[in-house]
Nanobody, 112 residues
Framework: EVRLVESGGGLVQPGGSLRLSCAASGFRFSAAVMNWVRQTPGKGFEWVAVTYNGGASADYTHSVKGRFTISKDNNKNTLYLQMNNLKPEDTAVYYC?????RGQGTQVTVSA
């Protein structure tokens, strides 16, 4: 059974940083293409970042390039999203995603 559990969200001031984690189980994590997506109230899901090639490659949506870094620890079956220089428009519920599976999400709120 695929299981994804996100953590690390919270309230942070603009310009601050957070690191999200996603503990994964039930599939071959080391080979998996893993994504972070986010959802804001009244909007659909927005893709944020992807890592593939065992974690050697990554890509980002334009609005977070240079500020967010996706990574994975294949020994710990954990996906990360390091978020720096956060902006109010980054406020959302963040989910890790494998194939069609998502976790319960973790809330990130960026506000002064």
């Amino acid at each position: 059974e695929v299981r994804l559990v996100e953590s690390g969200g919270g309230l942070v001031q603009p310009g601050g940083s957070l690191r999200l984690s996603c503990a994964a189980s039930g599939f071959r994590f080391s080979a998996a293409v893993m994504n972070w997506v986010r959802q804001t109230p009244g909007k659909g899901f927005e893709w944020v970042a992807v890592t593939y090639n065992g974690g050697a490659s990554a890509d980002y949506t334009h609005s977070v390039k240079g500020r967010f870094t996706i990574s994975k620890d294949n020994n710990k079956n954990t996906l990360y999203l390091q978020m720096n220089n956060l902006k109010p428009e980054d406020t959302a519920v963040y989910y890790c995603q494998y194939d069609d599976y998502r976790g319960q999400g973790t809330q990130v709120t960026v506000s002064a």
